[in-house]
């Protein structure tokens, strides 16, 4: 029967911080710092203290509201906007976010008129395009653009970076990665402006990091799944040395009976629209948890017991219990892929409790 309030997410920070402090060190060996990316977590000031005092001293988020979040619990960090500012928000990028990753001419002269307005200077790293096709400057716009960066006021260009694996699943290997670093010595050299980021991507860059026998000028990367959930992101092979479940689903029974696998009666759309298929099983247990679409990415989560989901709805998921015996109130586990991880920390709905011990 339930225990704690469900359905919640279980963290487990001993784990996490685990994750970090070896992360840290793997990275260090060869000159690359790491920023630890909070979006996973929705800016959990919890996590982020833990990153924190393992010693990343930079954290990282897509989210406005969860930088302001962490920085209003006072924690001692550098803030990094995980993309380009929405116009709409550049007051509030200038007030919670030290640096930002920025794409766009017209945003930064916005931010270099907000920061002057404020008496302060704000951090840029430019995002290079390299062939991901999500955000990025053009390489061969590249020195155009800084030219015009370096007349404004009130922003500081600190480094370039590049994004991959994350739209269109290209992979950092030997050729982009030497390319991003050739480009970083040329900006220096033309510019006479030493770049303190070069920021070669985020955890799928993992297998280039092992396999490379020179990372070049590459020294910054941004580090959100590796950390929690101890996987690369090329393959979500797991890490050696790192926990792959320091994260824990958990929901509650609403629902078990013995009914049919295969639903009976005429078959129209369901209520996202599709016309599901569903094997003839004959009679099953057929077990429902108070959760859905509306809660949790279901499709990311994976049962830790011997159980299978069939399908949810916005707010009820179903399963085939197999030989577990489920009865209302008993809690069901699952394991979470970065997508589902996502949704469940972003919900309101679901609970979070945190957990201390390996």
């Given at each position: 029967?339930?225990?704690?309030l469900?359905?919640?997410?279980?963290?487990?920070?001993?784990?996490?911080?685990?994750n970090a402090?070896?992360?840290?060190d793997l990275?260090?060996s060869?000159?690359?710092e790491?920023?630890?990316?909070?979006?996973?977590?929705?800016?959990s000031?919890?996590?982020?203290?833990v990153?924190?005092?393992?010693?990343?001293h930079i954290?990282s988020?897509?989210?406005i509201?969860?930088i302001?979040?962490?920085?209003e619990?006072?924690?001692?960090?550098?803030?990094?906007?995980?993309?380009?500012?929405?116009l709409?928000?550049?007051?509030s990028?200038i007030?919670?976010?030290?640096?930002s990753?920025?794409?766009e001419?017209?945003?930064?002269?916005?931010?270099?008129a907000?920061?002057e307005?404020?008496?302060?200077?704000?951090?840029?790293?430019?995002m290079?395009?390299m062939?991901?096709?999500?955000?990025?400057i053009m390489?061969e716009?590249l020195e155009?653009?800084i030219e015009?960066?370096?007349k404004?006021a009130?922003?500081?260009?600190?480094g370039?970076?590049?994004?991959?694996?994350c739209f269109?699943g290209?992979?950092?290997?030997?050729?982009?990665?030497?390319?991003?670093?050739s480009?970083?010595?040329e900006i220096e050299?033309?510019f006479?402006?030493p770049?303190?980021?070069?920021?070669?991507?985020n955890s799928?860059?993992?297998n280039?990091?092992l396999?490379?026998e020179?990372t070049?000028?590459?020294n910054?990367?941004r580090?959100?799944e590796?950390?929690?959930l101890?996987r690369?992101?090329?393959?979500?092979t797991a890490?050696?040395?790192?926990y792959?479940?320091?994260f824990?689903?958990i929901?509650?029974?609403?629902?078990s009976k013995?009914?049919p696998?295969?639903?009976?009666?005429?078959?129209a759309?369901?209520?996202?629209?599709?016309?599901?298929?569903?094997v003839?099983r004959?009679?099953?247990?057929?077990?429902?948890?108070?959760?859905?679409?509306?809660?949790?990415?279901?499709?990311?989560?994976?049962?830790i017991s011997?159980i299978?989901?069939?399908g949810s709805s916005?707010?009820?998921?179903?399963?085939?219990?197999k030989?577990i015996?489920?009865q209302?109130?008993d809690?069901?586990?699952?394991s979470?892929?970065?997508g589902?991880?996502l949704s469940?920390?972003?919900?309101?709905?679901?609970?979070k409790?945190y957990?201390?011990?390996l």
């Amino acid at each position: 029967m339930t225990h704690s309030l469900a359905p919640r997410i279980e963290i487990n920070l001993a784990k996490i911080a685990h994750n970090a402090e070896v992360l840290i060190d793997l990275y260090g060996s060869k000159g690359i710092e790491i920023t630890g990316v909070t979006k996973g977590v929705c800016g959990s000031p919890e996590v982020a203290s833990v990153l924190i005092n393992k010693g990343i001293h930079i954290l990282s988020d897509s989210k406005i509201e969860n930088i302001k979040k962490m920085r209003e619990a006072t924690l001692n960090a550098t803030f990094l906007l995980l993309r380009t500012p929405a116009l709409s928000e550049i007051e509030s990028v200038i007030k919670y976010a030290d640096i930002s990753l920025n794409t766009e001419l017209s945003v930064i002269k916005r931010l270099s008129a907000a920061a002057e307005k404020n008496k302060t200077l704000h951090k840029i790293i430019l995002m290079v395009e390299m062939g991901d096709l999500r955000e990025g400057i053009m390489p061969e716009n590249l020195e155009e653009f800084i030219e015009e960066v370096l007349k404004l006021a009130g922003v500081k260009m600190v480094g370039i970076g590049a994004n991959f694996a994350c739209f269109g699943g290209v992979k950092p290997n030997e050729e982009n990665m030497g390319k991003l670093s050739s480009l970083a010595i040329e900006i220096e050299e033309k510019f006479s402006l030493p770049l303190t980021y070069v920021s070669g991507g985020n955890s799928a860059n993992y297998n280039w990091f092992l396999t490379t026998e020179s990372t070049g000028k590459i020294n910054h990367l941004r580090v959100g799944e590796s950390i929690l959930l101890g996987r690369e992101t090329l393959f979500r092979t797991a890490i050696p040395g790192l926990y792959t479940d320091a994260f824990s689903f958990i929901s509650e029974v609403i629902e078990s009976k013995i009914k049919p696998s295969v639903p009976y009666g005429e078959i129209a759309q369901n209520s996202f629209g599709t016309s599901p298929q569903f094997v003839d099983r004959g009679n099953i247990k057929r077990a429902i948890l108070g959760v859905g679409f509306q809660d949790v990415l279901v499709s990311g989560l994976t049962p830790i017991s011997e159980i299978e989901i069939i399908g949810s709805s916005s707010d009820h998921t179903v399963i085939d219990a197999k030989k577990i015996d489920l009865q209302v109130g008993d809690e069901v586990a699952f394991s979470l892929n970065y997508g589902s991880l996502l949704s469940v920390m972003t919900s309101p709905h679901i609970s979070k409790k945190y957990i201390d011990i390996l």
